[in-house]
Every structure is written in C-alpha cells, then in structure tokens.
C-alpha cells in the first residue's frame, strides 16, 4: 500500500512555474494531488497564450498571474507569497516522475533537511531521454565550477525538481530573472551550510507537442554570469584576491624585462612599459584591499541573515504549535 495515500500533506505546496504548458499541465496538476493528498497545487500562469492557467485550474489547482516574464521572477512571487511548512518545486512540462514527491518532502517534513534535491543525472535517466547534449554539459560544467569555488558536490544542479523548508524560502532572497533560478538556489543553498539532501529521481523526457523553452547557449552564459555574480557577493575576499593575482602576474610580465634592462644598461628606456606595470600593480593592490573591505561587509551581512534564520525558525515553530495554517495569501489575483 502506498503510505502517501493516507498522509495529510496539507502542510505541503506544490510550486508549478508555467509557460505554455496546455499539453501537459493538466496531469501534472492530477498526479501531484494524487501523491500528495491534501497538497496544495500552486500554478503561477507567466503570460500563457495557449490557457495553461484555465487548464490547471479546472484541475484544481490554485492559479495566480504573474506577469513579469521569467522563471526566477515567478519564483521570487511564489515564495513571497504562499505560506507552508514545506515548499517542492517543480517543472510543468511533465518531465519529473511524480512518485518521488513523497520521498522529496519527507526529509524537508521531518526536520532532517532544508533544501532537497531531485538528482535525474547519477542513475541515467536524464543522459538516456534528453537528446540535447549540449544541456548535459552545461550541467556537468556547473557542478564542477561549485565544487571548486564552494567544495561541495552536486549530482545534478539545473536540475527543476525540489523541495524546501519554510526557513529556506522565507530568507532566500531571489536575484536571478529567468532560468539562473536553479543555480542560485544551488549555491545560496551550499554557501549559507544549508542541510542539503540528493535524491535521485526518473528523468522522462518532453511529451510530444511540448516544446522547452530554454535556450542552450544564452541561457547557459547567463548561468555562467549567475555564477560570477554570486561567488563576488558569496565570497568576495577570493573573487578579488584572484583579479589582484592576475594584476600582479601582468605587472611582473611588463615590469620585469624593464628591471633587467635598469640593471643591465642603468637606464629606463621603455617609460611606457614602465608605467604600465605600475599602474598594473597598483591595481592589485587596490583589488585586494577592495576583496579585505567587503568580506568584512560580508560577514557583517552574513550575521545578520543568520539571525534572520533564527527568527523564521520561530515563526515555524510557532505555527506548527498552532496547527499550521493555509497556505496561501496569493489570492488577490488567483
């Protein structure tokens, strides 16, 4: 007997982020209330011309417009706006197995995890159905880019499949427009030590009539500027320590052949060479004293949102010795 069945998750919201996704958001609606009974399904309808949001709601889930265009703006809203103790999140388009929802949230419902990870990649599904090659690169590439700037491992980071606990909404602040989203959540989830769990999922790909609307290559640069971005604000003392290092390195480059010519002859011929270098050496400099000042900054930042944290934890905690209450205050425009 499956044991979801007769769990109550009403203290569990489905977050969908929906584009265009007539063929497919009417199962997804089904089968997410099937294994997750009591589960609120959240549809967030960003400008569909095919009435996505008329199809989900007839399927009972609860339906806001969200006009800005882009997934990481959908996001941001959804995590303004609804209330619940756990949040899974995932893809409309139909490629994410339904079934593994409860073992998604139960960490997240047991106390024993913050932030969830459905891995389609470490069993193989994923390289079997997605024929897009380039797209299992890109994540081969931003695996590998966390694990040396942040030490910490992911199977799989795009991937759009994943739970969290309220604390981990409630103080994650969303920067990211578009489909930057996962990556950002990624590593704010490995920089702020959240407790992080990998559950390997069934990855199945598009049905036929839906189309994806990543784009492989610009939306892969803009992972890779989400990225940059968030290692100068995550970690600005070794962003800053590494530009001075390069400064450095170019000023040796042009300085050292004009030394050796001062030692050599006891004249400076190459002023503009001169000059070069140290500008170039005063740069790094000024770029490491710029990473010093703003890890300070940073700490001081970091202090803050843990206390933060403490405070959602509270909030959590109170509400769930009240009993919960319904996840949802996105009614003004549902």
Not at 89 to 118: C, F, Q, R, W
Not at 148 to 173: H, I, N, Q, W
Not at 192 to 202: A, D, L, S, T
Request: include cysteine; proline fraction near 4%.
């Amino acid at each position: 007997m499956d044991q979801s069945a007769s769990r109550d998750y009403s203290n569990v919201a489905v977050l969908v982020p929906c584009y265009n996704e007539a063929v497919t958001i009417a199962k997804v609606v089904d089968d997410f209330r099937r294994v997750l009974p009591g589960a609120t399904v959240w549809v967030y309808d960003n400008n569909s011309k095919d009435g996505t949001g008329d199809i989900a709601r007839a399927h009972g889930a609860r339906v806001v417009l969200e006009p800005r265009q882009g997934k990481g703006n959908v996001v941001r809203q959804m995590f303004r706006d609804i209330d619940a103790d756990c949040y899974l999140m995932v893809d409309g388009d139909d490629t994410y197995e339904p079934e593994a929802a409860p073992k998604l949230v139960e960490p997240i419902l047991n106390g024993s995890a913050d932030h969830v990870v459905g891995d389609r990649l470490s069993n193989g599904t994923y390289g079997e159905e997605n024929d897009r090659a380039f797209h299992g690169f890109g994540n081969n590439l931003v695996r590998w880019l966390i694990k040396v700037l942040y030490g910490f491992e992911y199977t799989d980071v795009m991937t759009g499949y994943r739970a969290m606990s309220r604390a981990f909404v409630k103080t994650f602040p969303v920067l990211s427009p578009g489909f930057e989203i996962e990556t950002e959540l990624s590593i704010h989830a490995v920089d702020k030590r959240w407790r992080i769990v990998q559950i390997p999922i069934v990855y199945r790909d598009r049905p036929e009539g839906s189309e994806s609307k990543l784009s492989t290559f610009s939306d892969g640069a803009k992972v890779l500027g989400m990225i940059a971005t968030l290692f100068k604000d995550y970690k600005p003392l070794p962003f800053f320590s590494i530009l001075a290092l390069i400064s450095l390195v170019i000023c040796l480059c042009i300085g050292i052949p004009v030394i050796a010519e001062f030692q050599a002859t006891g004249l400076v011929q190459r002023f503009p060479s001169a000059f070069l270098a140290m500008a170039f050496g005063i740069l790094a400099v000024l770029l490491f004293c710029c990473g010093l000042i703003l890890d300070t900054v940073n700490k001081g930042n970091r202090r803050d949102w843990e206390l933060r944290v403490v405070g959602e934890y509270e909030r959590s905690e109170a509400r769930a010795q009240r009993g919960g209450e319904a996840p949802a205050n996105a009614g003004a425009n549902a």
